[in-house]
């Protein structure tokens, strides 16, 4: 079967993380709620997980716009947020 599926194989291996052939994946859940760490010091520090949502954390950087005015920060920030991407504001997820 392999053979024959040569094509997706070599596809999925540019576009995943596992590969399973004849086995069981590990049984993680992947959700929201999930979140994991490792050995001392990883498990102690909630910024590093592999899973859920927290882990876009790892590729991303934290910047802070103190005080700026409302048009000179990035359109993603701006109260009339002019792209509609949903956000977290004040608890409740929005697109306006």
Known sequence: DLDDHATL???L??????LVCN????????????HHGGPY???T???FTS????????FARPVCFQNFPDAALP????????RGIARLVDGKLITK
């Open 9 to 11: 194989v070599a596809t």
């Open 75 to 82: 359109a993603e920030l701006q109260e009339a947020n002019p």
């Open 23 to 34: 086995g069981f994946p590990t049984g993680i859940e992947v959700c929201a709620a999930m």
């Open 13 to 18: 291996q540019r576009k995943v993380g596992r």
């Open 41 to 43: 010091p990883a498990a």
């Open 45 to 47: 520090h909630s910024g």
């Open 51 to 58: 899973i859920g949502h927290a882990s876009i954390y790892r």
